[in-house]
């Protein structure tokens, strides 16, 4: 077994500020109302001199500009699903730890991922992609793990560590505190001198247990991998519903956007794990005033991509009026849809290409009618009228040669007219938008006595003088009449 | 205010002059070493929208692609034309070396156009997709409806080029490429009026036709016409005027006189 922990250190400040890019001073609020304080402080209210527990009202003396949020303790419990929902896409087993961070049990698919540094980078990456900052610890046993990225947090410096008979002498060091143990048994042992795991260990087991309780001697044994340590892994949900609040009104509506594509990349993750994907995705932006407004997304075939859902949302949002400025952007999805992903192969799959193509001319054809979806084709025949045929796409194709017309040395247009269109004269001379002047022929096309449409006729390649080639013909049954048969396009 | 101004430069559609073209794209070589060269991606690019601008009828407008649309087809992808204004003709095409199996030709009416178009783009099995706008008089293709298209083709990755008017070049469009093209004394001039990494336009002039065709006569007629002779003249042409390089006798049919 080889886990993997991530912890949302400041989670409530993360929240808050993964709705926008811009970066303020920001302090998340708790306590009661009628004195609050601060909970956390982001980088530049640090800067400032706020630090938590401060009264709010003195943190505003140091920096007047500063976003005040008040904490709300079930967005840090609804964020901490969706990332555990996202996460489902690297491992099937997550397991969640409660408004603080996730566990994911990545044994199984750490081949899928290409390995442990692999798998750690996209979880990097991905991390950032939503808006987080993480703090990752990996250790063989679940529990060294989530101490690993605790201390880690608090800035010691910490290897993954994936052998579990080096667990004891790698968590020796580590502080008691890590540990979410009470806060009455931690200062007791401090007052003890025991501040280290290896300070614990050192102790007889049955006067530890007797003095602390025996829960705390079961969590070291846990730690060094001697006990088991079952973990209820997180089921993922049926459906999905991720929310942002701002902070602050959002006027126009493209800046939803960038808000929107870490939700929808979220969301991603979240239907990468399920192995499906979405037809009808709905955003409910709320608005202030206790307004409300809705923009539903739908496609024609499952799709979970960020980028393409995020690129249907830009042209919704483009036209989208919004009734009010915007405090609030969730989405929802009630339907999800299994979705089979074209495999991300270097090479492109020829046959599935092929099945496209099919799929595209009988959706076509669907719709407009099997005649109007035609190929044409090459009949071997001098008359031009009569050298092409239209042939449906599912009819059968009789292949020609391609040398056949490579060897044709006669010029013929790429553009036929339907029917011959007779010209205008001036002086014997054809017009077509002025005079034409010929170019090269004439080329004899004639006879046709059998089926009872004969021709005989001179063809011409003409320019007239908006510079466009024409090709053209002179009746010599109706001498002096001139025809335009089609375009040198 | 900078940040403002890097949330525009995110979106797709706004790049900066002068930015080096994205290695990620593709595209399909045109055939013309000069106009290769003027396009930022060296080619038609694929998963975009491209504009070929023209008012005339066979000055070359098509066969500006036909280098591109033979690789397609030798590549083994098709080709879809949706609403051709003329019957292509298939021995024109085959000539040019076009798989004739491989292209297919959509016949609708102008709401359904813009739905055949989009659906053949976004399939991504078809090669290149060429529309022709210029009939549609009744429904513009407004801004939205381009736009859609070319998010369509870039979800696709399909080239899809559209002939359009050319007031549409007054208008603003999603196109990242956008060309007009016009005839000029036997070539076919081809103006690059938007493109991606550059701010100038240029021009170019392409020989889409046989050396022999290109001599424009029409130059020289302007003063014949005036002369009385004029005719004459003309008709002495006419049998002087071979297909291919080497000249072909006289023949009495040519015109009476």
Redesign the interface.
Known sequence: MLWIALTLPELSLQIAERGS??SQPLVITSGPDTRPTVFAANQSARLAGIHSGMAIASARTLANDIRVVQRQTEFEHDAVHNFACWASQFTPNVTLKQDEGLLLEVESTLRLHGGLGALLNKLKMGTDQLGYHVECGVAPTPLPAWLFAKAREQGLRIRACTNVNELETRTAQLPLTLFDWPQETLRKLSALGITRIADCLALPADGFSKRFGPDLWLDLQRLLGRLPDPRAYFVLPETYLARTEFGFEVNDA??LL?PLQRLLSEMEGFLRGRGAGVVECRLLLEHSGKQSSTITIRVAKPERNTD?LI?LAR?HLN?AQLPATVLALSIQVDRLLPLIETSASWLPD?RQ??D??Y???D??SA??GS????????VDEHR?EQ??KSVG?SDK?K??S?N???Q???????????SPRKLLLD???PLCHG?I???????RIETGWWDGQPVMR?Y??G?N??????WLY?D?HA?GNWHLH???? | MNTSIDTLLQRPDIWRIGQLPSTTRTAISTGYTALDQALPDHGWEQGALTEVLSNEQGIGELSLLMPALRQVSQSGKGIVLVAPPFIPFPQAWAAQGINLQQLVMVRARENDQLWAMEQAVRAGSCGMIIGWAANQRGLGLNYQALRRLHVAAAAGGSTLILYRPLRAADEASPAPTRVTVCAHSGYLQVRLIKRRASLMSTELRLPIYPAHWARSRNETSETDRTDSNALAAHQAKFNLLPFSGTPRPLQRHALRG
């Open positions: 890019a811009a493209m800046a960038f393409r690129r042209e036209k020829p290409q092929a496209s193509w799929q595209l001319l959706k076509l719709r407009l005649d109007n979806v035609y190929r044409l084709q090459a031009p050298a092409w796409v194709w292949t020609i391609q056949h017309y490579a044709t040395t006669r010029p013929r247009p790429l553009f036929l007219l339907p002086d014997d001379m005079r002047d010929l170019l090269a022929g004439p080329e001179d011409y390649v320019r003088p908006y510079g466009e080639t024409l002179r010599l001498a089609g375009y040198f396009a």
